[in-house]
């Protein structure tokens, strides 16, 4: 994470408007209820009216805040109503996949404002990489004809584990052609704003909590199937990292002891299984064995095996199910150990819905010790392929909701 700026939610030589977490407080009932009395945040706070009135000012200066009048009266007096404003500012958030780079532009309330998705080699190119990142967050920002001055900060997803003490050091394991490289450096350096960094499983999960199936619910896991597999863990509210960010990394659980090679280093990882190359390797040796199947006059794609899949081909379908099977270990496990609320499936592999979930649900059924739980609740994201970006964007959100002074405090050159 970098931050930047004066802290500009003080006044005069350091007096405080409040003690930070009451702003905090404050604010994210602003957020939360959209339009709300002062006396309603006094009331429910606990704070005086005076706290909420040295609170309440500089968030209406920026124009965060607005007082757009009376509301109805309950038997007294008719109060004024402050509401957030969702479009004070935007928020770019960036997918950076292993194959791939999407950005999205957001408000403060989810609404999309731009999209923009490259396929690219980020694992072997990382200079054309941060190219296209900057070019695409440009296009964002160009196509929704807003200011730069309004960009609150920039989130990024990344397909690495990520130390929350380090940040913005990437797995050499994972992408060793980035060894020594900044994801974040052009970004700051182009736009001044502070930027976010965490792992794309991590931020799924936190787009889901937010906005999609994992909504109202304090503990699920949220599973990324693309060219790696990774897991996203929400614990009583909150991303579970770990003790140096690599909590979640369930592409490298043991499947096949004697399996192949894993870039990890051990053999019969979840990730030389259920990737996109091995769910491709798996349809090209079973062609043979299908000779009606479309997949013989198409480019093999992970995205035409989809296709096909929805289109109920047979060897598509057995494809799924083979990855089912092993995805339904993996989560067995893990509902074994963890227990969480719900399983959220994310990843290009989601769009399948029953066709995926149906197999994972009976390979779980079988592996698992509450046989009457344990796979009612494995549903696909609701939010589809831009909920790593959303997440990222989501991350920014909720990191200035906890600290007022990011909306103030950046510097906007």
């Known amino acids: 994470m970098s931050e930047s700026g004066p802290r500009s939610w003080e006044r005069g030589q350091g007096d405080p408007v409040g003690p930070r977490p009451l702003a905090d407080s404050v604010l994210r009932m602003l957020w939360e209820e959209r339009q709300i009395s002062r006396a309603d945040i006094a009331r429910r706070t606990g704070l005086s009216r005076s706290t909420v009135s040295r609170i309440v000012p500089p968030m209406v200066a920026m124009r965060l805040v607005a007082d757009v009048g009376v509301g109805p009266s309950r038997g007294g007096r008719r109060p004024r109503l402050l509401e957030f404003r969702d479009d004070s500012f935007v928020i770019l958030g960036v997918d ?20 923009q998705h490259r ?51 990437l797995s050499a394991v994972v992408l060793p052609s980035w060894r020594g490289r900044s994801v974040v450096q052009s970004l700051r350096d182009r736009y001044g704003v502070p930027v976010f960094v965490d792992n794309d499983a991590n931020l799924g999960a936190l787009a889901e909590h937010w906005w999609g199936a994992g909504r109202g619910i304090d503990d699920f896991a949220y599973i990324k199937v693309a060219t790696g597999i990774g897991s996203g863990h929400m614990i009583r509210g909150q991303i579970y990292r770990g003790a140096t960010g690599v909590a979640g990394e369930i592409g490298h659980v043991t499947i096949d002891p004697n399996g192949v090679p894993c870039i990890c280093g051990n053999r019969g990882c979840l990730a030389t299984l259920i990737g996109t190359e091995p769910l491709l390797d798996r349809a090209r040796a079973l062609l043979p064995q299908f000779p009606e199947s479309p997949l013989h006059h198409a480019e093999l794609t992970i995205t035409a095996l989809e296709d096909e899949a929805l289109a109920d081909d047979p060897l598509a379908l057995q494809v799924v199910a083979e990855a089912a099977g092993y995805l339904g270990i993996a989560v067995a496990g893990m509902l074994n150990l963890m227990n969480p609320a719900r399983v959220i499936v994310g990843g290009g592999i989601a769009r399948l819905k029953e066709r995926l979930l149906a197999p994972l649900r009976e390979a779980v059924l079988r592996r698992t010790l509450v046989h009457s739980v344990a796979a009612s609740d494995i549903q696909t994201s609701e939010l589809g392929p831009r909920d790593i970006a959303l997440g990222a964007a989501t991350y920014v959100l909720d990191s200035a909701l906890s600290d007022p002074r990011l909306f103030s405090g950046v510097n906007r050159s």
């Open 96 to 115: 950076m996949g292993a194959t791939h780079v999407s950005v999205a532009l957001m408000n403060l309330r989810e609404r999309l404002l731009a999209w």
């Open 119 to 169: 396929f690219h080699p980020v694992r072997a190119d990382p200079a054309g990489t941060s190219d296209l990142i900057l070019d695409l967050c440009a296009k964002c920002l160009a196509e929704s004809r807003l200011s730069r001055r309004r960009l609150l900060g920039i989130g990024m997803a990344v397909p690495s584990p990520v130390d929350p003490r380090d940040p913005e050091r």
